[in-house]
């Protein structure tokens, strides 16, 4: 029996390569957050969220949302993610991986989406 093939999903944490950067962006390899559908994210090879990160200086940022402690070698910093920077990736050539943490639990990644929709103001 062939093992299904990994596909990002919705609301699941993963590690991306944010490089190359420009700027103020992002780099290296960080935790994302996923908010496009695993459907859209298998047949384009694309995947839109958001990043992460543990910068302190988000601690005053009205766009970053809490999510928790971080484990790994940055473990009990709080960390971060970032609303304001939403950002589509090749998943794939990225060599995106699952990250430890999975699924960002219902009541946070609603507190996320609503600070996004906040920016954007979709609906």
Known sequence: MASKRWVPER?????????PQVGQEMRDVHPFLVLSPRVFNEKTSLVIG?????????????????????SGRKAGQASYVLCHQPKS????????????????????FATVCERLNQIIQLG
């Open 50 to 70: 958001l990043p992460m990160t543990t910068a302190e200086y988000n601690s005053d940022n009205p766009f970053a949302v809490v999510v928790g402690k971080a």
């Open 11 to 19: 609301q699941e944490v993963i590690w991306i390569d944010c490089n």
């Open 89 to 108: 990736f090749d998943w794939r050539l990225r060599n995106a991986k699952a990250h430890p943490l999975k699924i960002m639990p219902d009541t946070l």
